[in-house]
């Protein structure tokens, strides 16, 4: 068995051969997906028991609305995380750890996932000054957190200039007239925007693109290699009525 995915809501007389299959040997894992709709009731994360041992091979992992592997090992072997609105038992080092030692992750979506990371995020006390590299990432989503969370965790990684970026922040009942440069506030703080984010700064960027309310500001530049990277940001807010997607 190489690729496992929910999609759909599972029927209880289906339970006992999906709770079989979990149970079972799982050790040709690679690719797991499990997005169960709103009105999903089943939470098999205490089925999956998702580890190194039990599933060596697995480097794909797309989680939604459940419990999210609290294992170093998998975690750090991972090409692909996408986790949304998932709990967890971990704690903001211990996710940070995880990321500093995977040199393979090519992919990280997170989405209303950050705020349930116990703890301060501070980065490893070996590359607080270095932070933590992720060599190999393409792709990086990070949505429903508020700007300074989203902001906060940007500054300790260290990205490709050749990233596709793209933020999405909530500023949930902030009143609008305190709402100041929203845009800004995704990003890490100046002293170390570029070196987390080089994107922002190459010249291989095919596009720059950002919303918010009826503001709209839009960059295309010529790439200059083959490899190209792209910039996506969006700020939403509960408190003004025509926020543009």
Same mark, same amino acid.
């Given at each position: 068995?190489?690729?496992?995915?929910?999609?759909? *809501?599972?029927? @209880?007389?289906?339970?006992?051969?999906?709770?079989?299959?979990?149970?079972?040997?799982?050790?040709?894992?690679?690719?797991? *997906?499990?997005?169960?709709?709103?009105?999903?009731? *089943?939470?098999?994360s205490h089925h999956l028991a998702l580890?190194? #041992?039990?599933?060596?091979?697995? =480097?794909? $992992?797309?989680?939604?609305?459940?419990?999210? !592997? #609290?294992?170093?090992?998998?975690?750090?072997?991972?090409?692909?995380?996408?986790?949304?609105?998932?709990?967890?038992?971990?704690?903001?080092?211990?996710?940070?750890? &995880?990321? +500093? #030692?995977?040199?393979?992750?090519?992919?990280?979506?997170?989405?209303?996932? $950050?705020?349930?990371?116990?703890?301060?995020?501070? &980065? @490893?006390?070996?590359?607080?000054?270095?932070?933590?590299?992720?060599?190999?990432? /393409?792709?990086?989503?990070?949505?429903? *957190?508020? !700007? =300074?969370?989203?902001?906060?965790?940007?500054?300790? $990684? /260290?990205?490709?200039?050749?990233?596709?970026?793209?933020?999405?922040?909530?500023?949930?009942?902030?009143?609008?007239?305190?709402?100041?440069?929203?845009?800004?506030?995704?990003?890490?703080? %100046?002293?170390?925007? $570029?070196? +987390?984010? %080089?994107?922002?700064?190459?010249?291989?960027?095919?596009?720059?693109? &950002? /919303?918010?309310?009826?503001?709209?500001?839009?960059?295309?530049?010529?790439?200059?290699?083959?490899?190209?990277?792209?910039?996506?940001?969006?700020?939403?807010?509960?408190?003004?009525?025509?926020?543009?997607?």
């Open positions: 068995l190489r690729s496992l995915s929910f999609r759909t *809501h599972i029927s @209880p007389e289906w339970m006992p051969t999906l709770l079989e299959i979990l149970g079972g040997d799982l050790t040709a894992l690679e690719n797991l *997906h499990y997005f169960p709709p709103p009105s999903e009731h *089943h939470n098999l580890t190194h #041992s039990r599933t060596p091979l697995l =480097h794909t $992992l797309d989680l939604v609305g459940t419990r999210a !592997p #609290s294992d170093m090992a998998l975690l750090s072997r991972l090409r692909k995380l996408s986790l949304s609105a998932c709990s967890t038992d971990l704690t903001a080092s211990d996710f940070l750890s &995880a990321l +500093a #030692s995977n040199a393979r992750l090519e992919v990280l979506e997170l989405s209303h996932f $950050l705020d349930n990371l116990s703890g301060r995020f501070n &980065a @490893p006390p070996s590359l607080r000054e270095e932070g933590i590299a992720l060599p190999r990432l /393409r792709r990086l989503c990070l949505s429903d *957190h508020s !700007p =300074h969370l989203t902001s906060v965790f940007l500054s300790l $990684l /260290r990205t490709p200039p050749t990233l596709n970026l793209n933020l999405s922040g909530d500023l949930g009942e902030t009143e609008p007239d305190q709402i100041v440069s929203p845009i800004v506030w995704l990003l890490p703080p %100046p002293s170390v925007r $570029l070196s +987390a984010l %080089p994107i922002l700064a190459s010249p291989t960027v095919t596009s720059i693109t &950002a /919303r918010l309310y009826q503001w709209f500001y839009e960059v295309h530049t010529d790439s200059l290699g083959s490899e190209k990277g792209s910039v996506s940001l969006e700020v939403l807010s509960a408190t003004v009525n025509s926020w543009y997607t």
